[in-house]
């Protein structure tokens, strides 16, 4: 089953990338695609800027106006901070809620597009082979652990087949992440290193002259 074979490898690749990054920080970034595109809550997001705003204004021209020398202009100021931050905080309370419970969608279509996807998969083709192994090739425990659970014995199983790709992606990611590690603090130590040997030559030049001189 070749195509089997690539949907469990995509499969868990996916799920790798997904624990990589975080559940929050791929909620977070689905919240602002949502809020890009013309849906209820755009409007509110924007009207929830423009208050933040005007609070800011409101508050810096407040603090910029004397209450005693000018009372009447700060009362009216006083009034219109108050009700854009009573507004803004009706705003903020409702995109919140909004919020949560987009949240909570996403975390569902996610864990079934995932690990829901995975354990029924896992379960509908327990007892089918992905694959064999020539016979005579590997002990016979071998060959059994290979088909465990269900599948027939000489086979590999779709369990074991996924868990075989979650430790092969895990590895690569793991060797990858290394490297690039390495290559950064390669390219640091190289980076002040670069100037001594010119101080160094600089030195033996004005030792050569001091030589000439004598």
Known sequence: MPSLLI??????????????IGAPAISNLLWVLWNKLPTSTSKSVEDQTRLRRD???????????????????????????DKALAEYDEKTSSLQAFKTSFESSISIARWLS???????????YSKSPLFWIPQGWLPGYVEWLLAFPRAPRG???????????????????????AVVVLLMQQKQREGPG?????KMSARSGGGEKVKKEL
């Open 7 to 20: 949907t469990v490898f995509t499969l868990q690749l996916v799920i790798h990338l997904v624990n990589t």
């Open 55 to 81: 609070v800011v204004r409101l508050k810096r021209e407040m603090n910029s106006t004397s209450s005693q020398d000018e009372f009447a202009k700060w009362a009216k100021l006083r009034r219109q901070h």
């Open 114 to 124: 995932t690990n829901g996807l995975r354990f029924f998969l896992q379960f509908w």
């Open 155 to 177: 086979s590999v199983s779709i369990q074991v087949w996924g868990a075989a790709c979650a430790c092969a992606i895990q590895l690569v990611g793991a060797a990858m992440t």
């Open 194 to 198: 670069m100037g001594t040997p010119m």
